[in-house]
């Protein structure tokens, strides 16, 4: 049976400038005209998951600005897509996007928005759900406000998938999500080496994803690692593939497809990601056939 996904996390407008290569330290580059967008990876993979074919709910904190209502404007009318804002006087949270001619990225965003999330709002946005609905959540928000909705969601029963990443502390968190999912690098930062190159399991995690770029994942879980090969494609611009991947996994557990499936669509929708520029506009539409 098909259930919901449910996503309390954050938006942000994204700022992108695209330049022929990354700034080293203390140097400057120089950038054309910006491109302005919606962002935030609680938006971008709640987007992602209502692409996929699921009916999202997405919680999200913005600002009373120009900048809350350029987000809401176009989430309007998104298909499967309900979004409860949480006005704040404060501004919209943003990040600034490099991207480089290659496609690599870097990104520095703002969060006063999204830390303003207190732990009651973030366990009470979960109160809507039904059990084996899907509770999606990532970096963003503060660990307590995190940590409050993924416990209530394991009290309803939810199914919890978390994009963990620091500064958030996997520690306190590890028994309430089912699945954890980290890039390379932040697998390294929380869980060591080993495991993020599945010389050895994590502690604690029911299962762990960890993905790895262009190399595609590697999926932790009771039985071993298992290596997950992404298809290959010619990227134009990295940025937002990992929400592509968490928002179409969530997705396939939520309509019923199994994880091994969930996750080799995720792949498939993060490697046509990267073929495109921009993070949430470059998230295709899936029909159900391709699951
Ligand atoms: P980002 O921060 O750029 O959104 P990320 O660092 O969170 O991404 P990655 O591990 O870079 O996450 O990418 C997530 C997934 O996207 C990978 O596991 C892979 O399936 C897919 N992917 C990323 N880059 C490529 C690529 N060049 N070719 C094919 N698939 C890719």
Not at 227 to 236: G, H, I, K, R, W
Request: net charge neutral; charged share 20%.
């Amino acid at each position: 049976m098909s259930r919901g996904v449910h996503v309390v996390g954050n938006a942000a407008v994204d700022i992108i400038y695209r330049v022929d290569r990354l700034p080293r330290s203390g140097e400057t580059r120089l950038a054309g005209r910006p491109h302005r967008d919606c962002g935030g990876k609680g938006l971008n993979q709640a987007v992602a998951a209502a692409r996929a074919g699921a009916r999202v709910v997405f919680h999200a904190p913005v600002g009373r600005d120009r900048e809350a209502e350029m987000l809401a404007a176009a989430l309007a009318g998104h298909d499967g897509l309900t979004v409860r804002w949480w006005p704040r006087p404060l501004a919209t949270d943003h990040s600034i996007i490099l991207v480089e001619d290659g496609g690599e990225n870097i990104v520095v965003s703002t969060t006063e928005c999204a830390h303003s999330v207190s732990e009651a709002e973030a366990a009470h946005a979960v109160d809507g759900t039904q059990a084996g609905d899907v509770l999606l959540m990532q970096p963003g928000l503060t660990d307590a406000a995190t940590r409050a909705a993924l416990a209530r969601g394991r009290a309803r029963g939810l199914v919890s998938i978390l994009n963990v990443a620091p500064p958030l502390d996997p520690g306190p968190l590890l028994g309430l999500a089912d699945v954890m999912v980290a890039n390379k690098d932040e697998a390294v930062a929380l869980f060591g080496a080993p495991v993020a190159d599945g010389r050895h399991p994590p502690k604690g995690v029911a299962r762990l994803v960890v993905t790895r770029g262009a190399r595609g994942a590697l999926l932790w879980e009771a039985g071993g690692c298992t290596v997950l090969p992404a298809p290959t494609v010619d990227p134009v611009d990295t940025t937002g593939a990992g929400d592509a991947f968490a928002g179409t996994l969530a997705a396939g557990i939520a309509l019923g497809v199994d994880l091994r499936r969930a996750l080799a669509a995720a792949m498939r929708s993060a490697a046509d990601s990267v073929t495109r520029r921009g993070t949430h506009a470059a998230i295709a539409t899936l029909t159900p056939p391709r699951w």
